[in-house]
């Protein structure tokens, strides 16, 4: 069984920094692709970033250069660092495990979520 469970969420203002993490049980980090989504309230929801097995990662245009994800293989652990947040980047922020080690891959297990929540 795999579980995924985030942390880390808060609320910030404009122009602060949020890490978010996952711990995920039940399957190597780094043998998946790892994502992250986020979906605020009345919208899709969007994949932010993700990381594959070979540490290739990608962005979405909205984060890009902004934000970073990355992963600890011996904690088995998923991060996102947010930097210069803005209001818009308040949502709801879950990490994702793909069925394999390609991000072309559909993402089946999902934590819980965690808030985030930028003031203006």
């Known amino acids: 069984q795999v579980l995924l469970s985030e942390s880390g969420g808060g609320s910030v203002q404009a122009g602060g920094s949020l890490r978010l993490s996952c711990v995920v049980s039940g399957v190597p980090v780094s043998n998946k692709c790892m994502g992250w989504f986020r979906q605020a309230p009345g919208q899709d929801r969007e994949r932010v970033a993700d990381i594959n097995r070979l540490g290739t990662t990608t962005y979405a245009d909205s984060v890009k250069g902004r934000y970073s994800i990355s992963r600890d293989n011996a904690k088995n652990t998923l991060y996102l660092q947010m930097n210069s947040l803005k209001p818009e980047d308040t949502a709801t922020y879950y990490c994702?495990?793909?069925?394999?080690?390609?991000?072309?891959?559909?993402?089946?297990?999902w934590g819980q979520g965690t808030q985030v929540t930028v003031s203006s």
């Open positions: 994702a495990a793909a069925s394999n080690w390609l991000c072309s891959a559909s993402f089946r297990d």
